[in-house]
Each structure stands twice: as C-alpha cells, then as structure tokens.
C-alpha cells in the first residue's frame, strides 16, 4: 500500500510511519523540517526503498500538487493528516491576537480539509482518509474549556469533514475518519498523560485499517474504535 502521513517528523505521526513501514507499505511523510528530524533519518536509513519526505507546511496552497508530483502515478490507499498546532497558553481567549486565531484554525481544520479534498481523486476506493482530531472537539462533550479555541479549531475540522461527506450524498469510495488519539506523551499532551506514542500509533493503525476494510463511512472515534458524540 501506500501511504501518506502529514505531519511525520516526530510524536504520533513518525509513529504512524514507523508502524506502516514495519509492515512493508510505502510512505510519503510531510514534514516542515524532515532533515531535522532524528527519527524520520532513522526511519530512512531502516526503510531505504519505501520511505520518501517532502519538506513542505500543510498551510502551503501548493502542497498537495507537490506531493503529487513525489507520489507519481502510484494510487494513494491512505491518507492521515497529522499535522497541528496547540493553542498557546493564554489566560483568556480574549488574548489571543486575530493572527494566532486565523493560524489556529487555518492549520487545524482548514488547511487539512484542503489537502485532502484536492488529494481525493488519488485514494482508492476502499481506502480511508483519516484526521487526527480531539475528544476536545466534541461539541457533546465540552471537554476544551482551558482552550477553547484548539477545541473549536477540532470542531472546526469535524464540521468541515462531515460537510465533505454529505456534499458527496455519503458516497466517497473511502472511509472518512475524525481521530480522537488519546492523552499522549507528546510535546502536546505533556509528560503526564495517559498514553504512550507507540500505544497510540498501534490503536489509530488498527482503527483505520477496520474502517477501511469495513467499507466508506464517516466516523468520530477515538485510538480503541470507541465511538465519540460530534
């Protein structure tokens, strides 16, 4: 198979790579900065044939034409944007500069819609096209109280996501997932959250790879396949 991962150069997203590339798949891994990451140099020099990296921001309005231009002729049977920004510690809201807002929003939910929706004629029918999202982006649950606005941003993402799905009269030939990855140990989630990455990685693998065999859909589940209120 072949897969594309936005957003690879550490944490969840390099896990992800790592556990494709274990099972014999190709992987295009975006990064900012992929000659700046030990574990993407690591993972190339571990996988020499199936792993590529394009050094490109997910925000860039020309990235999925370059990644096009990496990815050749070959299909794509799943794509997982990963990429994203936290909301910067902020006492209030109301802090937050118009610019930061804008970014926060572009990157997580705008941005990400845009790649995939111009990425979709490429992906198989049978594949999926997963989002790393957020349980804060329940609007249900209202868990993002201490940022508001990354928990908007995530909703923001689902919204659009559930739109797509309904824009195509739910009939895209691929699943379309919003992931919930769970409280990592991430340079995001913090020392003391409850998972580790690679606890994570082997969850959302396992998920997607489900929701793909099980055929097109549009789900908001988290790591377990546990279904989460929109």
Same mark, same amino acid.
Not at 76 to 84: E, H, M, P, W
Not at 200 to 217: F, K, P
């Given at each position: 198979m072949h897969i594309l991962i936005a957003g690879a150069s550490r944490g969840i997203g390099l896990a992800l790579a790592d556990r494709y590339l274990a099972q014999g798949h190709h992987v295009l891994a975006l990064a900012r900065q992929p000659e700046q990451s030990e574990g993407l140099a690591a993972l190339a020099r571990r996988y020499p044939g199936t792993l590529r990296t394009l050094a490109a921001d997910i925000t860039d309005r020309d990235v999925a034409e370059r990644l096009l231009a990496?990815?050749?002729?070959?299909?794509?049977?799943?794509?997982?944007?990963?990429?994203?920004?936290?909301q910067p510690k902020l006492d209030s809201l109301y802090d937050l500069s118009d610019a930061d807002a804008a970014r926060l929003f572009v990157t997580n939910a705008v941005a990400p819609l845009r790649l995939a929706r111009s990425l979709a004629p490429r992906v198989v029918k049978g594949g999926a096209v997963a989002f790393l999202s957020s349980q804060m982006g329940s609007v249900e649950l209202a868990l993002s109280a201490r940022i508001p606005l990354y928990g908007a941003s995530k909703a923001a993402l689902n919204s659009l996501m559930r739109n797509w799905w309904a824009e195509e009269d739910k009939a895209l030939p691929f699943a379309l997932l919003a992931l919930h990855p /769970?409280? %990592?140990? &991430?340079?995001?989630?913090?020392?003391? *959250?409850?998972?580790?990455?690679?606890?994570?990685?082997? /969850?959302? %693998?396992? &998920?997607?790879?489900?929701?793909?065999? *099980?055929?097109?859909?549009?789900?908001?589940?988290?790591?377990?396949?546990?279904t989460l209120a929109w």
């Open positions: 990496v990815q050749g002729d070959a299909l794509l049977d799943r794509v997982i944007v990963n990429a994203g920004i936290s /769970g409280w %990592v140990r &991430t340079d995001m989630g913090g020392s003391g *959250a409850d998972l580790s990455v690679d606890e994570s990685a082997d /969850g959302l %693998v396992t &998920t997607i790879e489900h929701h793909a065999q *099980a055929g097109s859909d549009c789900v908001f589940v988290d790591y377990r396949n546990e």
